[in-house]
């Protein structure tokens, strides 16, 4: 039986970034190093990336200097059990992302996005596979293959029936089903509250922003929140799990009702603790083995799903590449038997950020 790797979020302190090789510990090193890494051969490098590299874009992270585990110690992210059999905490979860998607999908990608797109053109990179749920990468690099190993925000699909429906029409069902959170999120829009990158200000305006577009208002009447069905559900409700008729029922302004047995709509994102699809992670897997090295960007790995791949990588003989500021876990799995005798070319760590890096490395080879 194939096993079943799951997005679970590891939670213990990460150890300080190693340094590979030890002229990597300034800016100008660390681009001479990843030029090295690139162009030690014909090899093509597989890019794993994670959300460090959206912050440029405005967007939270987890585990960075403004990250929400750095800032906020007790934020929990919703788990997909919890999701799946708490009507309550579905409405606490879609208030949330009703608020934070309108600046997630106003966010564009940013230089580090663009610098792996003229990587790919250099061809010096294979493919992509990325944790990142914002599809930046399919907007700024369509022609470069990308696996979305957590899936994306940009769609919703049905529990029950696995129907898609895309973002911005469930939006608009939220406000006609919430016209008080609308007018709430209106104002929030008006004042600049939800726009403004600055996490000290949106702390201020009593915003709390997390990674995936999730908005938290402490105190807020999330109870109230309304959701609709799957509207294929609602026309036609397949059966349950249990080979039983499922049916579909809304209230009097037409959102999903508790007595509803199949019809929940979820964003097409892989949460904590649900499994990766198969074919998702075959073609990660497959794009770690057609590679000849692999480069992580952006991420701490504290996901199993995602350290796994480098630790196959590993295990396989391949040079390891980290760019990313701050720790990694497990990272000195990957880098404990390695001699710092090199340029950059056996392994490469550094701890600076990508836009910083990236975008400079690309013109040095456009120039060579």
């Keep these: 039986m ?50 460090g590299i959206s912050v440029a874009s405005g967007l939270a992270d987890y585990r960075g200097s403004s990250g929400t585990y750095t800032l906020n110690k007790t934020y929990r992210p919703i788990y997909y059990s919890e999701f799946l059999a708490n009507h309550e905490a579905r409405k606490r979860y879609w208030a949330r992302s009703f608020l934070g998607w309108t600046n997630l999908n106003r966010a564009k990608p940013n230089s580090t996005h663009h610098a792996i797109r003229d990587l790919g053109q250099l061809g010096l990179v294979s493919s992509v596979i990325t944790q990142n749920v914002d599809s930046f990468h399919l907007q700024a690099h369509p022609e470069l293959r990308t696996t979305e190993l957590h899936g994306y925000l940009r769609s919703l699909v049905c529990v029950h029936c696995r129907n898609e429906m895309p973002r911005d029409e469930f939006q608009k069902s939220l406000s006609k089903l919430n016209p008080t959170w609308a007018s709430f999120l209106a104002e929030m829009l008006q004042t600049g509250a ?26 807020a009447p999330y109870t109230t929140f309304k959701y609709p069905p799957c509207p294929k559900c609602l026309e036609d409700p397949p059966n349950t799990a249990e080979g039983i008729q499922g049916r579909v029922e809304v209230d009097s302004d037409g959102a999903w009702s508790s007595n509803s047995t199949v019809g929940v709509l979820k964003p097409a994102v892989i949460m904590f603790g649900e499994s990766i699809r198969p074919a998702v992670k075959e073609a990660a897997e497959d794009a770690v083995d057609e590679a000849g090295r692999i480069l992580v960007v952006g991420s701490s790995l504290a996901t199993y799903s995602a350290w796994r791949l480098v630790k196959k990588a590993h295990e396989q003989g391949m040079p390891i590449g980290i760019l990313n500021q701050g720790g990694v876990r497990g990272e000195e799995v990957f880098f404990k038997d390695l001699s710092q005798s090199h340029h950059g070319e056996l392994g490469l760590r550094c701890s600076q950020k990508s836009e910083e890096i990236l975008p400079t490395a690309v013109r040095i080879f456009r120039n060579e």
């Design 194 to 219: 939800l726009t403004t990158e600055d996490p000290d200000e949106r702390q201020r305006r009593g915003l709390k922003s997390n990674p995936d577009g999730d908005v938290d208002v402490p105190g």
């Design 2 to 51: 194939q096993k079943t790797f799951m997005r679970i979020p590891y939670t213990g302190p990460l150890p300080p970034p190693i340094i590979v090789p030890r002229t990597a510990d300034h800016l100008a090193g660390a681009i001479e190093a990843l030029q090295y890494f690139l162009k030690a051969d014909d090899k093509k490098t597989v890019l794993l990336t994670g959300a």
